[in-house]
């Protein structure tokens, strides 16, 4: 950075910044240092929020559920009034009882004319496609069958939809694809055993799990990447049976042979192994999906049957469906559609159970616009944008 911007960043009174994407994460001067330019009660929530995440040692601040990302959309009041979005910040900043921020309220049940829901693969509310372990069928919202596929036999993550809604799924350990047109086309992607696969949103690559090996392949079935081993040259996997992308190209895979939740990012980089919230409780991940914020929902299958709720960093959150409190027996199969409902499907049953869990003023606020943000911003911050971007 230049001198000049740097002497303009001075006179902001901002110790350093840390960008994350568009988020800008604000050291705030001591209390002592602020000289009344706005009312200090504001500074002590920020910086009481900010102690509590530097007391982690070894934690940065990104990697709890991050409630000072609403800041640049709620900034400091010159007036010294505390808005309602500040108190909530305040009221959250402990991190202690994550039940009051995640809550999944059943809307719906789709009785499907399969035996059991091993899979399910979703773009919009209306169509899905779901599996048992020789079928894959198209219904809508109701339940009504519109197309069926013969796939003999599989356990796992076994189709996937494209971001332009065609059907990938896996047959005979090879690959086809049934397009929005009705074709069907092999894409020649053999191997000795396919266990899961899935289509990213972002790129159109196709991420398959063969066993202990994750292979990424381009739209048209040309392989890209092969990745098996960590950093360290470690297996990174045993028995990959569901996978899943998150928003920031990570892969995440359910490890039936280790147990456990595996992640990487786009570098190959191993990121977490989750391997359940409490040591002394058995956790076997099953389908596992995530959510516009990047969340990881993941269906635990033993004998305590939870779906859990992970941030990005594979830290846990909240047990976002349980046993006791929504009847859960045996969830296998998880999706969340464009409008942000949750299907879960069951083993040994032929109802999907439909929740939503996200409240509707946090989607509205997160597909606000950064022209919408940029507008709310004060104009401190709004210079500290303008000198990133020209860093």
Same mark, same amino acid.
């Given at each position: 950075?230049?001198?000049?911007?740097?002497?303009?960043?001075?006179?902001?009174?901002?110790?350093?910044?840390?960008?994350?994407?568009?988020?800008?994460?604000?050291?705030?001067?001591?209390?002592?240092?602020?000289?009344?330019?706005?009312?200090?009660?504001?500074?002590?929530?920020?910086?009481?929020?900010?102690?509590?995440?530097?007391?982690?040692?070894?934690?940065?601040?990104?990697?709890?559920?991050?409630? +000072?990302? #609403?800041?640049?959309?709620?900034?400091? /009041?010159? =007036?010294?009034?505390? *808005?309602?979005? @500040?108190?909530? &910040? $305040?009221?959250?900043?402990?991190?202690?009882?994550?039940?009051?921020?995640?809550?999944?309220?059943?809307?719906?049940?789709?009785?499907?004319?399969?035996?059991?829901?091993?899979?399910?693969?979703?773009?919009?509310?209306?169509?899905?496609?779901?599996?048992?372990?020789?079928?894959?069928?198209?219904?809508?919202?109701?339940?009504?069958?519109?197309?069926? +596929?013969? #796939?003999?036999?599989?356990?796992?993550? /076994?189709? =996937?939809?494209?971001? *332009?809604?065609? @059907?990938?799924? &896996? $047959?005979?350990?090879?690959?086809?694809?049934?397009?929005?047109?009705?074709?069907?086309?092999?894409?020649?992607?053999?191997?000795?055993?396919?266990?899961?696969?899935?289509?990213?949103?972002?790129?159109?690559?196709?991420?398959?799990?063969?066993?202990?090996?994750?292979?990424?392949?381009?739209?048209?079935?040309?392989?890209?990447?092969?990745?098996?081993?960590?950093?360290?040259?470690?297996?990174?996997?045993?028995?990959?049976?569901?996978?899943?992308?998150?928003?920031?190209?990570?892969?995440?895979?359910?490890?039936?042979?280790?147990?456990?939740?595996?992640?990487?990012?786009?570098?190959?980089?191993?990121?977490?192994?989750?391997?359940?919230?409490?040591?002394?409780?058995?956790?076997?991940?099953?389908?596992?999906?995530?959510?516009?914020?990047?969340?990881?929902?993941?269906?635990?299958?033993?004998?305590?049957?939870?779906?859990?709720?992970?941030?990005?960093?594979?830290?846990?959150?909240?047990?976002?469906?349980?046993?006791?409190?929504?009847?859960?027996?045996?969830?296998?199969?998880?999706?969340?559609?464009?409008?942000?409902?949750?299907?879960?499907?069951?083993?040994?049953?032929?109802?999907?159970?439909?929740?939503?869990?996200?409240?509707?003023?946090?989607?509205?606020?997160?597909?606000?616009?950064?022209?919408?943000?940029?507008?709310?911003?004060?104009?401190?911050?709004?210079?500290?944008?303008?000198?990133?971007?020209?860093?």
């Amino acid at each position: 950075m230049e001198q000049h911007n740097k002497d303009k960043l001075r006179r902001l009174n901002i110790d350093y910044f840390i960008v994350d994407f568009i988020i800008v994460y604000l050291q705030i001067p001591k209390e002592s240092e602020v000289k009344g330019r706005f009312n200090n009660d504001h500074y002590q929530i920020m910086l009481e929020h900010l102690s509590d995440r530097s007391g982690d040692i070894g934690t940065d601040c990104r990697e709890k559920q991050s409630y +000072l990302s #609403i800041m640049p959309n709620y900034p400091v /009041s010159p =007036t010294g009034e505390i *808005s309602q979005e @500040l108190s909530l &910040l $305040k009221r959250h900043s402990k991190y202690t009882d994550m039940s009051t921020v995640y809550r999944a309220v059943h809307t719906a049940s789709i009785n499907v004319s399969l035996k059991e829901v091993k899979h399910i693969s979703c773009l919009t509310p209306n169509r899905l496609w779901v599996s048992d372990m020789k079928k894959v069928q198209e219904i809508d919202e109701k339940g009504h069958l519109l197309r069926e +596929l013969d #796939i003999c036999f599989t356990l796992f993550g /076994s189709h =996937t939809l494209t971001k *332009s809604g065609d @059907l990938l799924f &896996l $047959k005979d350990n090879d690959v086809f694809m049934l397009t929005s047109k009705g074709e069907i086309r092999n894409l020649y992607i053999s191997a000795s055993l396919h266990f899961c696969i899935h289509s990213s949103r972002l790129t159109g690559d196709i991420l398959i799990g063969d066993i202990n090996i994750v292979t990424r392949y381009n739209n048209l079935g040309m392989k890209i990447d092969q990745i098996e081993f960590d950093n360290d040259g470690r297996s990174l996997y045993v028995e990959t049976i569901f996978i899943t992308e998150n928003i920031n190209e990570d892969i995440i895979v359910s490890d039936n042979g280790k147990n456990a939740i595996v992640a990487i990012n786009k570098s190959r980089r191993h990121l977490f192994c989750y391997k359940g919230h409490r040591p002394r409780i058995t956790f076997r991940p099953g389908g596992i999906c995530t959510d516009m914020f990047g969340q990881i929902l993941v269906c635990n299958v033993s004998e305590n049957p939870n779906v859990h709720l992970l941030d990005q960093k594979g830290h846990f959150l909240a047990y976002l469906l349980t046993e006791y409190q929504h009847g859960l027996d045996c969830p296998q199969a998880l999706c969340v559609d464009s409008e942000h409902n949750l299907y879960v499907g069951f083993c040994n049953d032929n109802e999907i159970n439909v929740y939503r869990y996200i409240r509707e003023k946090t989607i509205k606020d997160k597909k606000t616009t950064e022209a919408d943000i940029q507008k709310e911003l004060p104009g401190e911050l709004k210079l500290v944008l303008k000198l990133l971007q020209e860093v």
